[in-house]
Each structure stands twice: as structure tokens, then as C-alpha cells.
């Protein structure tokens, strides 16, 4: 049965921290919003949907749509000089482009991923890109990964794959029902990942080894 791998992207196989905090800061400045956090309590929510992100941070509901404009003006200027690929994440898209069929499941919209992706010079690699405004629910909801296979002419199976960073990844995985592989190398905490997963690896190439070499299920 051929082997298809969905990857996250923010904190699985791109580091877009500076660029995503710094937005965030700019948008509390122009909106005038007193924030009370840091950066880490912002990074601890990357992986939502913005407005998620922005009622989390103490938005009022009613608000953050304001604030999430301001975040993607600001963010569509900075967002490719503040993004580099993680270390191994070429290699890991390059292994895994030789024996499954690779897609991308993001909470970013696919109008700025795609764009990233060329960019980066791996775009070419994905059959097919689900952003937040191509669902209804993001994850952990697991309708991303469904419209996914649903685009890839795929049903659930045992040999699909989700490597992501954070649980939320995990669960829409778990959900869908497919197998699932957290890496280390973004924004989830070992712990909390252990909740969700014992795959457990350190990095997207580690990921890919581990899913090349041996078929189970999450």
C-alpha cells in the first residue's frame, strides 16, 4: 500500500517565529492593545487559527478580526526575508518525495504558504495544500485532513501519515484516522505531545525515516 505523508508547516518543517511574533507586536501597537504577555505566550498559541490566537492573547472576541487584518498586512511584507526551512527539512521533503506522496495541512492560509513554499524552492514537491480558508473547522478538527485526502483521491488508511509539531496536529490525525508522528523542533511541549502520541521523534527527518522504515498505526 504506498505511504503518503501530510506535513504541518509552522515549527515542522519552517521557522516563521520571528515573523509571526513580530506581527503580533505590531498589531497590539497600531490597534492600541495593552499586552501583558510575552513571547513565549505567543508562541505557546502558534498553531491556532489567528483569531484563536488573538482571543487567547486577550482580544475581545468582538476585536480580533481588526487585529488579524493588521496581522496579515504586516505579515504578507515580512513573511519571506523572516522564514527559513528547519534544519534537515529539505532533506526530509526530499527522502519522503521518494516513496510517498506529500501534501501540506496548515492552519496558514494557502495564500501566503504557497507563495512561502516557491519561495523556499519546495513547493513543487506537494500534491496539494490545505490552508485555513479552505475549511470550515481547523485543526485539531479533522476536516484539514480529510479535504486533504479527499483532493488526493485517498481514503483513510494505515499507511497515511500526519508529522506535525503540536497536538493539535496529533488529534486531527487521530481523528481522521490516520497514523500520526510528533516532531520536537517547533512549538509543542514533550509532554503534552505524550498525551496524544508515543511516536515521538526529534525532528521532520527523523519523521520520515521512522515512516519509511517501519508501517504502524498512531
Not at 508547516?9 to 521557522?15: N, P, S
Not at 488573538?54 to 504578507?76: H, I, P
Request: glycine residues 6%; contains cysteine.
Amino acid at each position: 500500500m504506498e505511504k503518503v505523508i501530510l506535513f504541518d508547516l509552522d515549527g515542522t518543517l519552517i521557522d516563521s517565529t520571528d515573523a509571526i511574533v513580530g506581527c503580533f507586536y505590531h498589531s497590539f501597537k497600531e490597534l492600541n492593545f495593552e499586552f501583558n504577555g510575552d513571547d513565549e505566550d505567543i508562541k505557546n498559541e502558534i498553531g491556532y487559527p489567528l483569531d484563536v490566537m488573538y482571543a487567547n492573547l486577550g482580544v475581545r472576541e468582538n476585536l480580533v478580526w481588526d487585529f488579524v487584518t493588521s496581522y496579515k498586512k504586516e505579515y504578507r511584507k515580512i513573511s519571506k526575508a523572516q522564514t527559513t526551512l528547519l534544519p534537515n527539512a529539505i532533506e526530509s521533503i526530499k527522502l519522503a518525495s521518494t516513496f510517498a506522496r506529500l501534501a501540506i495541512v496548515t492552519t496558514k492560509t494557502t495564500a501566503y504558504t504557497i507563495p512561502l513554499l516557491e519561495h523556499l524552492g519546495v513547493m513543487h514537491h506537494f500534491e496539494t495544500i490545505i490552508g485555513r480558508q479552505e475549511v470550515q473547522n481547523p485543526k485539531p478538527h479533522p476536516e484539514p485532513v480529510l479535504k486533504c485526502l479527499v483532493n488526493m483521491k485517498l481514503k483513510p488508511h494505515k499507511n497515511i501519515f500526519i508529522i506535525g509539531d503540536t497536538k493539535l496536529d496529533i488529534i486531527a490525525g487521530k481523528e481522521a484516522g490516520i497514523s500520526g508522528v510528533a516532531v520536537l523542533c517547533g512549538y509543542g511541549k514533550k509532554d503534552d505531545l505524550l498525551k496524544y502520541t508515543d511516536n515521538i521523534v526529534t525532528d521532520s527527518l527523523e519523521a520520515v525515516k521512522m515512516i519509511k522504515n517501519t508501517d504502524f498505526k498512531a
